[in-house]
């Protein structure tokens, strides 16, 4: 009777939140003295790669003499990747995008004063301690401006699965410690909830505070973060 009692009670609790947390059930479908439990988890490692984007911005007298300044510079920066190992797949540059430029004075119509051209390139960087390098190099061929610099790891994949089978077990963990807790047992798995999680964000590469840092050491690499997080209703014996 104390059981019956106490399940019937926890029924009626976890079935109101099961309807703030998920919608989507209705209490007549969880009819049953159940559980719910959310399970989260979480792994943390230090990146090993970077993925950059950088630019070359160039304005000429004419669209074709902007457009050859803006070739030659992202074709001796892929020509520098090459040589450095880095393979065509690691490399992704954008079309180009010409612009006129005009000058304007009051109470005058504007006049053309050039074209801006500019392109863009996206490019893996899977050693790490090679990325102050690379940037130097861009910057040489005539890319004068980095975009973004993401942080990543080589091993997503892996380490999204260890995220998912942590959120796994904390669900089993929430759920025998809960049943425990109110003296009642689990009946087994009667639903599970799982929803794939966004792919995972690079983090943002950030600049030390200290001037006196060795200039390779004054990148902040920080950590990549992977995360994931399961619904899990049990059963409960009566």
Do not use: C
């Amino acid at each position: 009777m104390k059981h019956a009692l106490l399940a019937g009670l926890l029924t009626t609790t976890l079935a109101t939140t099961a309807t703030l947390v998920s919608p989507g059930l209705s209490a007549a479908e969880l009819a049953f003295a159940h559980l719910e439990t959310i399970g989260v988890g979480k792994v943390t490692v230090a990146p090993d790669m970077a993925e950059i984007n950088v630019e070359v911005t160039v304005t000429e007298a004419s669209a074709k003499a902007a457009k050859d300044a803006s070739d030659v510079a992202v074709a001796g920066f892929i020509a520098r990747l090459q040589a450095a190992g880095i393979t065509k797949d690691e490399i992704q540059s954008a079309n180009l995008n010409l612009q006129p430029q005009y000058h304007y004075e009051k109470d005058q119509p504007p006049k053309l004063s050039g074209y801006q051209a500019s392109r863009q390139l996206t490019v893996t960087v899977k050693d790490l301690p090679r990325l102050n390098e690379i940037l130097d190099s861009a910057l040489e061929e005539g890319l004068n401006k980095v975009n973004n610099i993401g942080l990543r790891s080589s091993k997503e994949m892996e380490y999204a699965a260890k995220a998912r089978q942590a959120a796994i077990e904390d669900a089993k963990q929430k759920a025998r410690s809960l049943a425990q807790g109110f003296e009642l047992k689990l009946d087994g798995v009667w639903q599970i909830r799982y929803l794939e999680q966004h792919p995972v964000q690079p983090m943002m590469l950030r600049m030390a505070a200290k001037a006196d840092y060795e200039i390779s050491e004054s990148y902040q690499y920080g950590k990549v973060s992977f995360e994931d997080r399961v619904e899990v209703v049990y059963r409960l014996k009566k």
